[in-house]
C-alpha cells in the first residue's frame, strides 16, 4: 500500500470540517484513501489548532509541527507571496508534506504527489516516499500519479499506457484521476477581492430590463412553476416542436440527467473540455473513455480518434477551456445509429452568428443540444439552461428530472432572454467579446513566455507558459484571478484560461502579468 503525508497550512480559526472536506478533495486527486495518510505535518505554531488537530484526530494520524526555518528550508514547487511574508515559507502545506514524506525511513527522499490546493481559510498538500538510488539524481525529481491512479513501482501498477493510434490521444482509465474535475472557475474568486478573469460569465448582466422581469416574477411565488410558456418560447426561437426542448436548472443539471436517464455502455469525452459532463459520469457509475485533443494540432478535432463503439459521445463547442469552434461538418460526422451525441454550446451564443451551432439540427441521428443562459446574461446564481434533442431523448431526461425542476424566476428570464430583443442584444455582445478578444490576444503577443491556442472563438483564451501555477500565485497577489488549467484532462500546470473583459481591465491586467513573469526571472 502506498503511503502518503499530508501538509496543512492554516488560517486561525479554521473549522475543521474545512480542512478535512480539502483534505479529501487531494486524497480524491490522488487516487487515494484516509487509510494511506499516515502524517499530518504543518507549522508548529498552528499544530494545536482546533481545526487542525481535530482534523488529524478524524483522521486518526499524528500531527507533526515544524518550525518555520526548517519549513523555508525546504524548496517548494509552488511558492507564492502571502505565506511567504507571514511565515517565513512560500507554502507551509508543500514543505510540510516534503519534510514528513521525507522522515519515511532511511534513503527515502519526500517526493510531492498532488501540489498545494486551497479553501478559503486552509492549504494541503499530499506527499509520498520513495527510495533513491545511490546513482539517482534525486534533488529535482517530482512523483506524479498515473491516471489509473497507481503509483510508480507499486505492485500491480499497469506497465504503460497503451501507444494511441489516432492523431489524438486515447486514456481510457477511469478508477481515479490526477485532474480535480469538481474544479470550476469560481473557486478562484470566492471569498477573494480579486478582479475576476477566472468566471466566464458576461460582465455588467444581468441587463436591467431583465433584472425587473425576474422581480416582478416573486410576485407569484406562492405558484408552482408552469414551463410551458418558456418551453415553447425556446422551441420557436430554434424553430422546433415543444417536445423537442427541456428546460433544465443550467447546463450542468442536464449532464446529470444524461448520465442518469440514457442506458450507455462506453461513453467517451473529448477533452480539454468542461469537466462536469465527466464528473456526472463517473458519479453515475460509469466507466468514461477520453479522447484528448492535442495542442500540435491547435487541439482540433479528428472526428476518426474517437472510438467506433462509442454509444455517447461529449464535446463542446466552442469547447471550454481551448475557445475552439469546431465545425459543425465534423461534430455531426460523430454521428452514427445507436450513438447519443451530446454537443454543449454553453458558448455558441457569444459568437457571432451562432455560426457551427447544431442547435435547431433535426436532420443528426441522437444529436443532444444544451445551451447555457446563465454565461451571456449573468444568470449563474438563478440556473436556468436547456437540451434541444430527439423527442424520445427529452422524455427519457424528463422522467428522471424531480417535479418542477426549474424555479418560477428562472422560467421568467428564458422566456425573456428567447426575445427578438434579447437576441439582439446578445449578437452585439457578442461581436463586442470579439473586438475585446483580439485586444487581450494581441496583448499576450507581446510576451515571448506566452503562448495562446490559436482561432479563440469564445469569451476567454488559454494560453501557455511555463510555471503557470506559479504565476497565477503571483497574479493573485497582485490582485487578478485567472482560471487554473490542470484541472482539464489534457492540460497540465502550465496552462491558464482567461476571461475577455473589457479594455481598461485588459490593460491592468497585462501590467499585472508582465509584473508577474518579471519576478519568475523574464
Known amino acids: 500500500m502506498p503511503y502518503a503525508h499530508l501538509g496543512v497550512g492554516a488560517r486561525p480559526g479554521v473549522p475543521v470540517d474545512e480542512v478535512l ?26 499544530a494545536a489548532e482546533p481545526g487542525v488537530a481535530g482534523a488529524a484526530a478524524a483522521l486518526g494520524v ?73 546513482n539517482e539524481a534525486a ?42 474535475l469538481r474544479h470550476h472557475g469560481d473557486a478562484e474568486v470566492r471569498d477573494e477581492k480579486l478582479i475576476d478573469l477566472a468566471v466566464n460569465v458576461r460582465t455588467n448582466t444581468p441587463p436591467d430590463w431583465l433584472r425587473e422581469r425576474i422581480a416582478a416574477s416573486l410576485t407569484g411565488l406562492a405558484a408552482y412553476p408552469d414551463g410551458r410558456a418558456a418551453r415553447a418560447a425556446v422551441a420557436e426561437r430554434h424553430d422546433l416542436p415543444p417536445n423537442r426542448v427541456l ?27 468542461f469537466t462536469e459532463p465527466e464528473a456526472a459520469l463517473r458519479d453515475a457509475g460509469h466507466e468514461v473513455g477520453r479522447v484528448l485533443l492535442r495542442e500540435e494540432d491547435g487541439f482540433r478535432l479528428d472526428p476518426s480518434a474517437v472510438p467506433e463503439d462509442a454509444d455517447l459521445v461529449v464535446i463542446g463547442n466552442p469547447t471550454n477551456p481551448t475557445s475552439v469552434l469546431h465545425p459543425a461538418a465534423s461534430i455531426a460526422a460523430l454521428a452514427r445509429p445507436g450513438r447519443i451525441l451530446v454537443v454543449d454550446e454553453a458558448f455558441m451564443d457569444a459568437v457571432p452568428g451562432e455560426r457551427e451551432s447544431l442547435a435547431g439540427r433535426t436532420d443528426v441521428p441522437g444529436l443532444v443540444v444544451l445551451r447555457s443562459l ?58 463586442r467579446i470579439g473586438v475585446e478578444r483580439a485586444h487581450l490576444l494581441a496583448g499576450l503577443a507581446e510576451f515571448d513566455e506566452v503562448r495562446t491556442v490559436a482561432g479563440a472563438e469564445g469569451p476567454f483564451v488559454l494560453l501557455r507558459t511555463d510555471g503557470a501555477d506559479t504565476v497565477r500565485e503571483r497574479l493573485r497577489s497582485l490582485g487578478f484571478a485567472v482560471r487554473r488549467g490542470d484541472t482539464f484532462p489534457g492540460l497540465d500546470r502550465n496552462w491558464l484560461r482567461l476571461a475577455v473583459r473589457d479594455r481598461v481591465t485588459t490593460n491592468r491586467f497585462l501590467q499585472a502579468l508582465d509584473q508577474a513573469l518579471l519576478i519568475g526571472g523574464r
Not at 487516487?31 to 507549522?43: D, I, M, P
Open 139 to 180: 534533488p529535482d525529481v517530482r512523483l506524479l500519479p498515473l491516471a489509473h491512479g497507481y503509483i510508480a513501482g507499486e505492485p500491480g501498477s499497469p506497465p504503460s499506457i497503451p501507444t494511441p493510434h489516432t492523431t489524438a490521444a486515447m486514456d481510457t482509465y477511469t478508477d481515479s484521476d490526477t485532474h480535480d
Open 21 to 46: 472536506e480539502l483534505v479529501g478533495a487531494v486524497l480524491r486527486e490522488a487516487g487515494l484513501t484516509r487509510a494511506h495518510v499516515r502524517s499530518l505535518g504543518t507549522l508548529d505554531a498552528r
Open 62 to 134: 499524528p500531527v507533526r509541527g515544524y518550525t518555520a526555518g526548517e519549513l523555508a528550508a525546504v524548496r517548494v514547487p509552488h511558492p507564492s507571496a502571502l505565506p511567504l511574508a507571514a511565515t517565513g515559507t512560500p507554502s507551509v502545506a508543500e514543505a510540510a508534506a516534503l519534510l514528513a514524506a521525507g522522515e519515511g525511513g532511511p534513503g527515502a527522499g519526500g517526493v510531492l504527489l498532488v501540489p498545494k490546493r486551497k479553501s478559503p481559510r486552509a492549504t494541503c498538500a499530499l506527499a509520498g516516499f520513495v527510495p533513491v538510488l545511490p
Open 247 to 273: 428546460l433544465t436548472a443550467g447546463a450542468a443539471e442536464a449532464f446529470v440527467l444524461l448520465a442518469r436517464a440514457l442506458p450507455v455502455r462506453r461513453p467517451v469525452v473529448v477533452h480539454p473540455q
Open 374 to 431: 446563465t454565461k451571456t446574461w449573468g444568470l449563474a446564481g438563478l440556473r436556468i439552461g436547456y437540451v434541444l434533442a430527439e423527442p424520445e431523448t427529452v422524455a427519457a431526461l424528463e422522467r428522471t428530472q424531480p417535479l418542477w425542476p426549474v424555479s418560477t424566476p428562472a422560467l421568467v428570464a428564458a422566456e425573456a432572454c428567447m426575445s427578438r430583443g434579447a437576441l439582439a442584444e446578445a449578437e452585439h455582445a457578442a461581436h
